[in-house]
Nanobody, 118 residues
């Protein structure tokens, strides 16, 4: 069974840092690119960052460029999102996701809540 389990979300003050983790199971993690998305109330879901299967290609949304860092450890089947200099508009539920293509489609984790507030 394919499963993605996020953790690390919490309440953090503006300007602070947070690291999210997503542990994958049930598929060959090292074969697939991984994504972090976020969804804030009243806003559309946003693709935050993508990392290729080897970690050699990384892309970020303009809104987080220079502040967030995506990384992965294929030995641990884990993808991370380091969030620095967070702002109130970074508040939302953060989800990791993998698209294995074809009939297997996209899988989502259950999400982890990040709240940026003083």
């Amino acid at each position: 069974q394919v499963q993605l389990v996020e953790s690390g979300g919490s309440l953090v003050q503006p300007g602070g840092s947070l690291r999210l983790s997503c542990v994958a199971s049930g598929f060959t993690f090292r074969h697939y690119a991984m994504n972090w998305y976020r969804h804030a109330p009243g806003k559309e879901r946003e693709l935050v960052a993508t990392i290729s299967n080897t970690g050699g290609i990384i892309n970020y949304a303009d809104s987080v460029k220079g502040r967030f860092t995506i990384s992965r450890d294929n030995a641990k089947n884990t993808v991370y999102l380091q969030m620095d200099s967070v702002r109130p508009d970074d508040t939302g539920a953060y989800y990791c996701s993998v698209d294995r293509g074809g009939f297997r489609g996209r899988t989502w984790g259950q999400g982890t809540q990040v709240t940026v507030s003083s």
